[in-house]
Nanobody
Framework: QVQLVESGGGLVQPGGSLRLSCAASRSIFSFNRMGWYRQAPGKERDLVARISNGGSTMYADSVKGRFTISRDTEKNTVYLQMNSLKPEDVAIYYC????????WGQGTQVTVSS
């Protein structure tokens, strides 16, 4: 059973930064790709960023230049560095992994408010 455990969410002021972490229970190289999705109240869950097994990355247009996805293969952890946060970034952020099967973390709340 694969487990993805997120951490790092919280409350931050507009323009602030947060770093989310997603620790996997097995080698992240065993997944085709890993990434972060978010779901705002009343909206669908949308892709924010992802990183492939080979290390290539992609981002949603709304976060390009502000968010960075990275990984630590020794710690089996994927990160999402979020800078210049805006009120529209408020959502529950979910870690995702895919290896023929979709795996999801439990989600972590990000709130941007002054």
């Amino acid at each position: 059973q694969v487990q993805l455990v997120e951490s790092g969410g919280g409350l931050v002021q507009p323009g602030g930064s947060l770093r989310l972490s997603c620790a996997a229970s097995r080698s992240i190289f065993s997944f085709n790709r890993m990434g972060w999705y978010r779901q705002a109240p009343g909206k669908e869950r949308d892709l924010v960023a992802r990183i492939s097994n080979g290390g290539s990355t992609m981002y949603a247009d709304s976060v390009k230049g502000r968010f960075t996805i990275s990984r630590d293969t020794e710690k089996n952890t994927v990160y999402l560095q979020m800078n210049s946060l805006k009120p529209e970034d408020v959502a529950i952020y979910y870690c995702h992994a895919y290896s023929g099967i979709d795996y999801w973390g439990q989600g972590t709340q990000v709130t941007v408010s002054s």
